[in-house]
């Protein structure tokens, strides 16, 4: 449902702030676990800044060296965090997170241009199967486009 919803929301749409922005949205809302949705955009080398989200205050940059977010654009790869007090390294944007999903955004080039953040103010709140659609949906309006 949320992969034919966001489809025919972003169909045509190459404005990539527009994107983030209505994704988001759509994410964040579609499921109770999730307390912050949004995207961290590549916007030096090794830097992240805040793109488009839904919640409370985010940090404004992290670097790739830190926390999960800058692990997901640093190793390509979807981070699943079911303890964020685990993480070594994690940075607390937000006191309330407990779980943390992040997952890499590429462009068609296949190019990381972002990352997804999704946080949970509960343990141990995602799954692989949770990872694996976010990302399918992801490269379908960023990558695939």
């Given at each position: 449902m949320l992969a034919k919803t966001?489809?025919?929301l972003t169909g045509g749409e190459d404005d990539i702030i527009a994107l983030m922005a209505t994704t988001a949205c759509e994410v964040h809302h579609s499921d109770s676990r999730f307390?912050?949705?949004?995207?961290?955009?590549?916007?030096?080398?090794?830097m992240l800044?805040?793109?488009?989200?839904?919640?409370g205050h985010g940090c404004l940059q992290i670097p790739f060296s830190r926390?999960?977010?800058?692990?997901?654009?640093?190793t390509g790869q979807a981070q699943?965090?079911?303890d964020v007090e685990a993480f070594d390294g994690h940075?607390?944007?937000a006191s309330s997170t407990r779980s943390e999903?992040?997952?890499?955004?590429r462009n068609k080039a296949g190019e990381i241009i972002a990352v997804f953040d999704i946080d949970s103010d509960q343990p141990?709140?995602?799954?692989?199967g949770d990872a694996a659609h976010l990302a399918r949906i992801l490269d379908g309006i960023f990558g695939t486009r």
């Open positions: 966001l489809h025919s307390d912050w949705t949004g995207f961290y955009r590549v916007t030096a080398p090794e800044k805040i793109g488009p989200y839904q919640g926390g999960v977010c800058g692990a997901a654009a640093r699943l965090v079911p940075i607390a944007c999903l992040v997952l890499p955004v141990d709140a995602f799954t692989d």
